[in-house]
């Protein structure tokens, strides 16, 4: 809008050379001071925001408000003037303003609504200072026009609205096991670069938990993949109940879970690991005649200690869950 805004000044300004008074000459120095605070506002704004300091937001909005405001006292003392130039570029730029508004600010439709009726709405005094009668066309048009365009902004609006959550929806699709509802291994990636961000920039310590079902591959090929299904499912269940609020959990492989959970200097592994292999170790309710059991095995990989990227921390809490494996079902060790 600070392009088209610009023009609309410029418009203004040609109209001041046809109406040598101070109050015209008083409207354009209101336009120039706005319109440079909302350029001032913008590059501020964009260096905060690579600070991540505030962005004056309500300011910059109260300023558009102030500029719509503005084109529409323009038009009003315009038609007071009777100068019919003055009149037609005024309402000229007012209407062009009004496109570029609905256009370009389809995202805030009720923001776009004020300063639709504030830059256009003054165009009624155009008939009602001046004698002509046809010009009362005006005033049965501008309810109309005015509308219009508040619709489009609302539909508009609408539209985007659908198009980012349909947007999310699918991000969220392509970051989760379509069998379990937790993480995939897309989604585990995300969580460990935001996890490794937090390492660097607030040394905060995380803890990548790599768990293997041991005795899936018996219950699947014995009772079906139904049933193996069933019981990834129900140990997914089991491990968003046991594990603690925040906690990032994902199925990377065929039976292989990981969880990724933010720790504290009194953060025991040993323990949180000993529980899950319990809670895992539970008989499962399959539909067959009787509970199925399984056991399962964890590897540890603490972060930063044993890695800063995804490939390192795997490969850590892999060769954790190797040793845990080589000394018998159901343990767990940490990366050394």
């Known amino acids: 809008m600070k392009n088209q805004g610009s023009s609309v000044t410029a418009i203004k300004h ?45 300011v910059y909005l109260l300023l558009a ?23 037609t570029m005024t309402c000229l730029s007012a209407a062009a303003m009004v496109g570029g508004i609905c256009f370009r600010n389809f995202g805030a439709p009720r ?14 005094t155009v008939p009602i200072f001046n004698s002509a009668w046809q010009l009362w066309m005006i005033a049965w048009q501008l309810p109309m026009y005015i509308a219009s365009m508040t619709v489009a902004a609302y539909k508009l609006n609408a539209m985007l609205v659908t198009t980012m959550r349909a947007e999310r929806e699918n991000e969220e699709r392509a970051r989760r096991d379509f069998l379990t509802g937790v993480l995939n291994r897309l989604g585990l990636s995300l969580a ?43 140990v997914a269940q089991r491990l968003c109940q046991l594990a603690p609020g925040g906690t990032a959990i994902a199925r990377i492989g065929g039976d292989e879970f990981v969880l990724l959970l933010r720790t504290e200097r009194t953060f025991d ?12 170790s539970q008989p499962y309710d399959l539909g067959e005649s009787t509970p199925v059991t399984i056991s399962s095995s964890l590897g540890i990989a603490l972060i930063p200690q044993h890695g800063h990227d995804m490939p390192d921390i795997l490969k850590a809490a892999d060769r954790a869950l190797y040793q845990a494996k080589s000394s018998g079902k159901g343990r767990w060790a940490i990366a050394s």
């Not at 109406?19 to 008083?26: K, L």
């Not at 923001?111 to 009624?124: E, K, N």
């Open 14 to 58: 040609g109209s001041t050379l046809f109406r040598d008074e101070p109050i015209f000459y008083g409207w354009i120095a209101l336009e120039v001071f706005i319109c440079l605070s909302r350029g001032l506002i913008l590059m501020s704004a964009r260096r905060n925001v690579r600070r991540g300091g505030p962005t004056h937001t309500d």
């Open 65 to 87: 408000v102030a500029w719509a405001a503005s084109v529409g006292y323009g038009v009003t003392i315009s038609a007071l003037s009777g100068d019919w130039i003055a009149i």
């Open 111 to 124: 923001l776009t609504a004020v300063m639709v009726v504030l830059a256009l709405g003054p165009c009624i």
């Open 192 to 234: 460990l670069e935001e996890a490794t961000l937090l390492v660097r920039e607030r040394n905060q310590q995380y803890a990548l938990l790599y768990l293997d079902l041991d005795g899936f591959k018996a219950v699947n090929d014995t009772l079906g993949h139904a049933s193996g299904d069933r019981l990834l499912r129900e």
């Open 269 to 280: 592994p040993g323990a949180l690991g000993q529980r899950l292999i319990a809670e895992v």
